[in-house]
């Protein structure tokens, strides 16, 4: 059974599990937006909404960084917060292009910032509930790739965009609930 390592890690078992927690919360409701308003067009709520999920995992990034300081965990964050801008940018310019335009972009930010994820979450492996978001951005590096290729397929659509929220939403939940399980052994 993975455990909590140190008064430094602990503190931010807390506030990690709380972070994911409002994470998959998010995703979820994000995907089923996305769904039942864009699909094969980017539609002004659908340009709203897929640029908002990059700025939301800024935000997300920008309360984790805050929470793990003292852990030295947050260079990756860092990174990750610059990464989400460009993309949140990238993805307002390509939606005038269409949804080829927009699942270029989205898997190119989901390829790197999957790395980022994977990265971060092996750092933290020992505090435990990390091997759910150390899958998730492995996944998220094949799922950005799947974006990139399925741009070019005859009829894209941005509600691959939204399964691939709703599966992060649920590693998000997952590691949550494991890291209340380390915790407690502790």
Do not use: E
Not at 115 to 138: E, F, N, T, Y
Not at 162 to 173: E, I, K, P, R, S
């Amino acid at each position: 059974m993975t455990t909590v390592d140190s008064p430094a890690t602990s503190g931010i078992a807390p506030a990690l599990r709380r972070l994911y927690f409002v994470r998959f919360a998010f995703a979820i409701v994000w995907a089923v937006l996305l769904f039942v308003t864009s699909k094969s067009q980017v539609g002004p709520i659908g340009v709203a909404l897929v640029v908002l999920y990059p700025l939301f995992d800024v935000a997300a990034a920008v309360v984790d960084a805050r929470s793990s300081r003292a852990t030295g965990s947050a260079r990756g964050l860092y990174v990750n917060i610059a990464i989400s801008l460009l993309a949140a940018i990238g993805i307002a310019i390509a939606s005038a292009s269409g949804v080829p335009g927009v699942l270029r972009v989205w898997g190119a930010w989901a390829i790197v910032a999957g790395l980022v994820q994977l990265i971060v979450a092996v750092s933290r492996r020992k505090m435990g509930g990390q091997w759910p978001m150390i899958l998730s951005g492995g996944i998220s590096v094949l799922a950005g790739a799947n974006f990139v290729i399925g741009a070019s397929a005859a009829n894209p659509s941005l509600s691959t965009v939204a399964g691939y929220a709703v599966l992060g939403g649920v590693f998000f939940l997952v590691s949550a609930i494991r890291l209340g399980r380390a915790a407690k052994a502790n």
